[in-house]
């Protein structure tokens, strides 16, 4: 009976001692199914000890999971905002293999940011500086620049590229456009060199005459009529030069044109065809399609300037037997005047730059013809002051377009 | 991607790649400077273009020295082989390309001391040509080192368009000899530099053509290697 008894003790304990390990067990492989895979299998409740020790794992793993995110996130925006920076940015490591490059750096270089990493910087930034600025830096790591001229379609730009080191080996590339910089530069010395030029070149000519006269067999009848009349031309091309540079300067300083003077611009057309006339001397046939757009408010003036400079520019450069047409007409509510001929166009690439002062597509023939070398910045600061806005079309060899397009509200 | 038991013979294949690409930026900077310098009035950069050409002889030299120096010393086979094939090929056209543009340099030479004439027109047709041809050059050596044979394909395309500006040019000088004979030299000058352009655009579509033929190889190798991703993108 006793016996019996311890028996069916013993037996039950065996059974709940069973249960127990079981339980461990499982909580046990619970545990390292987590260990392997976090995210699959989630951790149970856990009973005694274990609820304990699976409540603290999942708390030290959401506080991890949290700092991690917050770290990513950190990381995402630092690169969002190297993306978007307007400079061109590329990690080099140090064989000078790209690593890794930012949008702007992509268009720079025309580079594509997926398959480019991995790829020598020189094999495809191939210019002789990059070489050059690349070797130098690799023989001594310290921050060096240089001047990279970059770009395809006909379309140049100067980049100012700076290497720097990085972390512990890696090499920093930044990329900054200095395209506007340079043509600034060079516009401001251009210019004065350019104006100091165009007035001493008619200034030789004439002292050169003039030593003639001075010398001990000064000319006469003839002769001295004719160093008389070219004398006459050198000084009238000054003249016409320091006119256009007064123009342009009272055009700079002055304030707004005036609005109530109203200006008759088939009438101003019409005066312009017959001076046009008589610069052509003939060897052109000079029309006015269109006058319809009637009258216009604005400075009479400067008008006159702007629109006569376009024509006269048509005369001089267009072939004799060449056909100039002129048309005043509203488009799209805008008063526009437009010319047309059939000269000698002017190449692509030439026509963002032709407003610059004394810009030239070929200098020695725009002295031949005449030019000042400011009409169309004449042109370009009197449409600016009457808030309209020019438009040049050509093709090379076929002839050109110039379009004045003026504000609706200056129809008189 | 695939690499020798020697290491060596990598770090030389690499050599090779990398003096390829750099004899290639020489030559698209002597074709800038030349395209820069016709019709213009910098005789500095015209006497500048002619004097390089010689480092661009010198590179050609070079650049087939080490060809035969690994065709000699590790008797490459497939892909190696027709690598190094490809790029001696590619080193004879980027020379000729060099001799075209000091040809086009000495063109510019002579419109320089000569005048123009009345050939502008045409002289700044060349010049609009002969940039479309440095962006077809500057694409072929990108595509080269990207061993894209897609990008070497449109270059091959584009290639129609120069030969056709190169004839339009021609038809119209033929017009400018006949209405007036006294043109007739200049107007010869100028179809001669038409000309090179027209060949420097053949000679990048040569090297186009051996562009497909690395990539091809290397297409072939990944299916023989079973690569299948690589070879189901490759295969576009």
Not at chain 1, 3 to 25: D, E, K, Y
Not at chain 1, 249 to 258: D, I, R, V
Request: glycine share 8%; aromatic share 4%.
């Amino acid at each position: 009976m006793n016996a019996a008894a311890l028996a069916l003790l013993l037996l039950a304990l065996a059974g709940a001692l069973a249960i127990a390990l079981a339980l461990q067990i499982r909580q046990r492989n619970a545990l390292r199914d987590w260990l392997i895979a976090p995210d699959l299998h989630p951790l149970p409740d856990g009973r005694g000890v274990w609820y304990e020790i699976f409540s603290r794992l999942r708390k030290t793993r959401k506080q991890e999971q949290l700092r991690r995110a917050e770290l990513g996130n950190a990381l995402e925006r630092f690169r969002l905002a190297v993306q978007s920076l307007p400079e061109g940015v590329m990690l080099l490591d140090t064989q000078m293999h790209i690593e890794w490059l930012n949008d702007a750096a992509c268009r720079q270089f025309a580079l594509d940011a997926v398959r480019d990493p991995g790829t020598l910087a020189v094999q495809l930034i191939r210019q002789s500086e990059f070489r050059q600025l690349i070797d130098s830096y690799r023989a001594r790591p310290v921050k060096q620049s240089t001047l990279l001229r970059a770009g395809s379609n006909g379309e140049e730009r100067v980049l100012s590229v700076t290497l720097l080191p990085f972390a512990a080996t890696g090499t920093l590339l930044v990329a900054t456009d200095v395209t506007e910089q340079v043509r600034s530069e060079l516009g401001q010395r251009d210019f004065i060199a350019n104006v100091s030029h165009e007035l001493r070149t008619p200034l030789t000519v004439i002292t050169g005459f003039l030593e003639q006269f001075n010398g001990d067999d000064p000319p006469t009848g003839e002769m001295a009529r004719r160093f008389h009349r070219l004398m006459a031309e050198q000084a009238e091309r000054m003249n016409r030069l320091i006119a256009d540079l007064l123009t342009l300067s009272s055009l700079e300083s002055s304030g707004q044109p005036p609005r109530d003077e109203v200006i008759d611009v088939p009438a101003l057309l019409e005066t312009l065809r017959n001076e046009a006339l008589a610069l052509s001397a003939g060897r052109h046939a000079i029309d006015i399609t269109d006058s319809s757009a009637g009258k216009l408010r604005g400075s009479a003036d400067e008008l006159r300037s702007a629109f006569g400079n376009l024509v006269f520019n048509a005369v001089r450069y267009t072939p004799a037997g060449g056909k100039i047409t002129m048309a005043w007409r509203l488009i799209d509510g805008q008063p526009t005047f437009a010319v047309t001929d059939t000269g000698i166009g002017i190449p692509p690439e030439h026509i963002p730059r032709l407003t610059e002062r004394f810009y030239r597509v070929d200098k020695g023939r725009s002295t031949a013809v005449g030019g000042t070398g400011l009409g169309l910045a004449i042109v370009k600061h009197v449409l600016v002051r009457h808030g309209g806005m020019l438009k040049i079309d050509s093709v090379p060899g076929k002839g050109s377009i110039f379009t004045v397009a003026l504000p609706a509200d200056r129809r008189a | 991607m695939h690499e020798h038991i020697f290491k060596r013979f990598d770090a030389e294949l690499d050599d090779i790649r990398a003096r390829i690409t750099q004899m290639g930026g020489l030559v698209e900077e002597q074709m800038r400077a030349a395209m820069t310098a016709l019709g213009g009035e910098d005789r500095e950069l015209i006497e500048l273009v002619i004097a390089r050409d010689a480092g661009v002889d010198q590179m050609e030299l070079s650049i087939d020295a080490a060809c035969a120096h690994i065709i000699a010393r590790r008797q490459p086979t497939a892909i190696d082989l027709r690598m190094i094939m490809a790029v001696s090929k590619i080193v004879t056209d980027l020379e000729r390309i060099g001799d075209e543009v000091k040809k086009i340099a000495k063109g510019a030479r002579k419109i320089f001391e000569q005048g123009m004439g009345g050939c502008l027109t045409q002289v700044t047709e060349i010049r609009y040509v002969g940039e479309r041809v440095l962006d077809m050059l500057h694409d072929v050596l990108d595509a080269f080192v990207r061993v894209d044979a897609d990008a070497a394909l449109a270059i091959i395309r584009r290639d129609k368009e120069v030969d056709e500006s190169f004839r339009s040019i021609v038809r119209q000088l033929v017009t400018f000899m006949m209405e007036d004979p006294r043109t007739i030299s200049t107007a010869l000058d100028i179809i001669f530099i038409a000309r090179s352009v027209e060949r420097i655009g053949d000679h990048t579509k040569n090297i186009a053509r051996d562009v497909i033929f690395i990539a091809k190889g290397e297409d072939v190798r990944h299916t023989v290697l079973g690569k299948q991703g690589m070879e189901g993108e490759n295969a576009q």
